[in-house]
């Protein structure tokens, strides 16, 4: 036998061992999910054990029995919220750090965040918001309209300059200050009561959410994560370099717009219904990204699960920092994250 036959069965035999080891940890960090929404819904002001929360998930919703109540209408919208939240973030993350092809790029890089504060602020402040919304809807309608509009402003001012990346980086940080000031006006003629209120939005919780907004954020991933799944060999051929993408056939132009087209949709609902939360969609991708590499088949489930998972823990450690109380969890994912993410940082860097 040839020797070239046998570093091709080699190299097809490592091949197989390394897309079996990738699936492997997308089962595992599937598991670890698992186990952590299951914690989550377990952890509280009461206690419950593990064996009462799954008899009460098991019965359904219609058993009644206070056990019942607490972990289908307290419990569980808090724990599926935190997935959600995580996974879309995360996902919107990782691909935008390969449209910009930058390891610091996040949901918020680009003004997403501030653009949805600003939308908030009008609507608490100074009671603006979209026509014919209801009362209760209009935060959060709001929210998402503005950072959706922020996002196409961006693509806007990027295809009238014929800007590149590192362009349109630079204009996602001009509109970060712009909105970040027009808050900060409005924060200064806001009431006592309006400007509390925007605080407290403005740190991220998970206490606003009911099934409905639960109901349209897993529609929204849905919609969003097919198309993400079918770009993923563009995404891959992207990270190679905008010259080897076009030169197998990719049209760049197309896959970054798709793709931010997904990220303002996911980071607008996610935060147009929980407020700011920094870090997860820049630390997930990049712990997926450590386990599986830039394969984007790969990569880009596993940012997500790393993001909810991410996210289900900091929901546990939110409500047993201070016993009795939900520390709003955009300040919980702010302390773990930074550990966390120069933790990853260092890691690479002592593997490099």
Excluded at 117 to 139: E, M, N, T
Aim: proline share 4%; aromatic share 8%.
């Amino acid at each position: 036998m040839s020797a070239s036959v046998i570093s091709a069965g080699d190299a097809a035999s490592g091949y197989r061992r390394l897309m079996l080891r990738r699936s492997a940890l997308l089962v595992a960090l599937s598991l670890g999910l698992v186990a952590a929404f299951l914690l989550d819904v377990a952890t509280g002001p009461a206690r419950l054990p593990l064996a009462t929360v799954l008899d009460a998930l098991l019965a359904g919703r219609g058993a009644g029995g206070a056990m019942s109540v607490i972990v289908w209408d307290v419990r569980l919208p808090y724990a599926v919220m935190a997935m959600l939240v995580g996974a879309a973030l995360s996902l919107s993350g990782a691909e935008m750090q390969t449209v910009l092809d930058n390891p610091l790029a996040s949901p918020f890089t680009l003004g997403v965040s501030s653009a949805a504060s600003l939308g908030a602020a009008l609507a608490i402040v100074l009671g603006r918001g979209i026509p014919f919304v209801p009362q209760d809807w209009l935060i959060p309608a709001n929210a998402f309209v503005f950072a959706l509009a922020a996002m196409f402003l961006l693509q806007f001012l990027a295809r009238l300059r014929g800007a590149g990346v590192q362009s349109l980086v630079l204009f996602g940080i001009a509109l970060v200050f712009a909105f970040n000031a027009l808050v900060a006006l409005i924060q200064f003629v806001a009431t006592e009561q309006a400007l509390q209120q925007l605080v407290f939005w403005s740190m991220g919780s998970l206490a606003r959410s009911t099934w409905d907004k639960i109901g349209i954020l897993a529609l929204a991933l849905l919609v969003a994560a097919p198309f993400s799944a079918r770009a993923a060999w563009r995404l891959t051929a992207l990270r190679l370099g905008e010259d080897r993408a076009r030169s197998f056939g990719v049209d760049t132009h197309a896959t970054r717009r798709g793709a931010l087209l997904r990220v303002s949709l996911l980071a607008g609902v996610s935060v147009a219904f929980v407020g700011t939360i920094g870090f997860v969609g820049l630390v997930g991708p990049h712990a997926a990204r450590l386990m599986v590499g830039e394969d984007h088949r790969f990569f880009l489930p596993a940012s997500a699960l790393c993001g909810a998972l991410l996210l289900s823990l900091s929901s546990v450690v939110g409500k047993l920092v201070v016993p009795g109380l939900l520390v709003p969890i955009g300040i919980v994912t702010a302390l773990i994250g930074v550990p966390v993410f120069l933790a990853l940082v260092l890691g690479r860097g002592r593997m490099a």
